[in-house]
């Protein structure tokens, strides 16, 4: 079936640094990608929608200059968190919509999610 | 704009009991919605969806949800709850414009207890 994969599935960084997030649809191309931001024990907030060859859709509210977004190819999306402060601290989750069949065939996948930790 | 409301943050139930989570939405269309679950560390799992058609849908692991549109609901049920259901389950409604994307209710957690 298909998957998204995260890498990396955790990260420790300092206070100022910035954080690369991939995001892969390992047998399957998505146009679009989803980033999503989840708090503990809180619910998943979407942070932006990502385009392949065009600039990412931000929510409102979401910095764009703090978490960059680039949909490099089909199959890839990165985030990175800019000068990275203990509250971006979280768990990041993508996901790739994939079209299979005829109306109601789309099918939303999540990735494992990563952790991140700024110190 | 659509949102996703799950009015019970954490629920109880006893293994062997049924079960019921609460979904209510808020779309200008027909939506589409979703059950997913999501253990302790673990990623999210799509129990199942609605798009159109039969509005009672079956899902994994025994899970069914009904859609109805007149009190915009999704609730999600189990006619009998095992110890290995218990977690974090997430309501959430997909615009079927815009590229797919996907609004999650807050959650509700289920405790299992013998």
């Known amino acids: 079936g298909a998957v998204v994969s995260q890498h990396p599935s955790r990260v420790i960084c300092k206070s100022g640094t910035s954080v690369k997030i991939e995001c892969r649809s390992l047998?399957?191309?998505?146009?679009?990608m989803f980033w999503y931001r989840q708090f503990p024990k809180k619910s998943l907030m979407l942070m932006a929608t990502?385009?392949?060859?065009?600039?990412?859709?931000?929510e409102q509210g979401v910095e764009k200059d703090k978490f960059l977004i680039n949909h490099a190819s089909l199959t890839l999306s990165t985030l990175t968190v800019t000068s990275a402060h203990p509250e971006d601290s979280s768990f990041y989750i993508c996901?790739?919509?994939?079209?299979?069949?005829?109306?109601?065939?789309?099918?939303?996948?999540f990735g494992p999610g990563t952790r991140l930790l700024v110190l | 704009a659509q949102s996703v409301t799950q009015p019970d943050i954490h629920i109880t139930v006893s293994e062997g009991a049924s079960l019921e989570l609460r979904c209510n939405y808020s779309?200008?269309?027909?939506?589409?919605l979703f059950w997913y679950v999501q253990s302790p560390g673990q990623g999210l799992q799509l129990l199942l969806k609605?798009?159109?058609?039969?509005?009672l849908v079956q899902g994994i692991k025994g899970f069914e949800a009904e859609f109805k549109r007149s009190q915009s609901s999704f609730n999600l049920r189990k006619p009998s709850v095992h110890w290995s259901d218990a977690a974090e389950y997430f309501c959430?409604?997909?615009?079927?414009?815009?590229?797919?994307?996907?609004?999650f209710g807050a959650g509700t957690r289920l405790f299992v207890k013998a």
């Open positions: 609605y798009f159109s058609g039969d509005t």
């Open positions: 996901s790739a919509p994939r079209r299979a069949g005829g109306p109601g065939g789309e099918t939303q996948y």
């Open positions: 959430a409604v997909g615009a079927r414009t815009g590229g797919f994307k996907t609004i």
């Open positions: 047998d399957f191309q998505a146009t679009t």
């Open positions: 779309y200008g269309a027909t939506p589409y």
């Open positions: 990502s385009n392949e060859g065009s600039k990412a859709t931000y």
